[in-house]
């Protein structure tokens, strides 16, 4: 029977992992155990702020909004309620970018769900 070394598969998983943790403060960068610990928590936290993100961009958005719309007169809250009453399907995204870099179309936006509703007679 030939003989096999079995060296191979273990130094590639050490590697790899050391490889993840470069960058690392003091042993966790060099040392296999403290790596692989290291590596557990990072693994954790990155799954965790990746929801954080969006939680954060959304919070970002409605700051946006409300900045646009008061300079137009009107909070946030009750742009929103008009907007959905007017049935203009805009998310909050797209409404903070129009605020941002777009101030006309936001405003124009603002006056269309502002203006008085013609009463029917």
Known sequence: MTRVKRGTTSIKRRRSI??????????????ERAAREALLHAYTHSFNDRRKKKRTMRRLW???INAGARAQ??????LIDQLTKANIKLDRKI??????KHPNIFNSIVEEVTKEPVEAK
Do not use: N
């Open 18 to 31: 050391l490889k993840q943790t470069k960058g690392f403060r003091w042993d966790r960068s060099s040392k």
């Open 62 to 64: 409605t700051i946006k």
């Open 73 to 78: 007169g009107i909070t946030y809250s009750k």
């Open 95 to 100: 409404l903070s970018q129009l605020a941002q």
